[in-house]
């Protein structure tokens, strides 16, 4: 009897431990605790567009600022700067024939006083197996390409602007 009594303690004990222990680990990890405030990146093309939006990742999440820089790479006048205040996310689009390569920023606050970064090199353009989207992120070197239907995802990270 006082076995099973001492099994049933542990097991009450185990699902508590567990219990604070998913309740803490994201403040201990450098994330925010509220998951929907995680944004999200998404880059798609279409026939004739490029389209970029910022969101968050998990669920709709008001943000105390979000900010967009796209500066064309192999067509240098071209620039586009996006900003919004108190909002839930921001999409901007432009022609395909306006540049094939652009560096992106990102910057966005989140009403904990968390900043998210990401500053990426982006390329769009059609090959011998049709058009595609890739993206270089510059804090990790790490580069992904796809191909539509598809679109390029990716989570902005934790961080500051620069």
Avoid at 56 to 78: C, M, P, Q, R, W
Avoid at 92 to 110: E, K, P
Wanted: charged share 20%; no cysteine.
């Amino acid at each position: 009897m006082d076995r099973e009594v001492i099994k049933a303690g542990v097991m009450v004990g185990v699902v508590a431990a567990l219990l604070v222990l998913t309740i803490v680990t994201p403040g201990l990890m450098g994330r925010p605790t509220v998951l929907s405030a995680i944004p999200a990146l998404i880059i798609g093309i279409t026939e004739s567009r490029v389209v970029v939006d910022l969101h968050g990742a998990v669920d709709h999440y008001l943000y105390k600022s979000i900010s967009l820089t796209l500066h064309g790479e192999d067509n240098a006048s071209f620039r586009l700067d996006a900003a919004d205040y108190e909002a839930y996310d921001l999409q901007v689009n432009f022609s395909r024939t306006a540049t094939r390569a652009f560096d992106l920023s990102v910057v966005i606050a989140d009403r904990q006083g968390t900043t998210f970064a990401l500053n990426g090199t982006v390329f769009q353009g059609k090959d011998g197996s049709g058009d595609f989207v890739s993206m270089t992120d510059r804090g990790t070197y790490r580069t992904v390409l796809v191909r539509p239907p598809a679109d390029f995802r990716a989570l902005v990270p934790r961080g500051e602007p620069g």
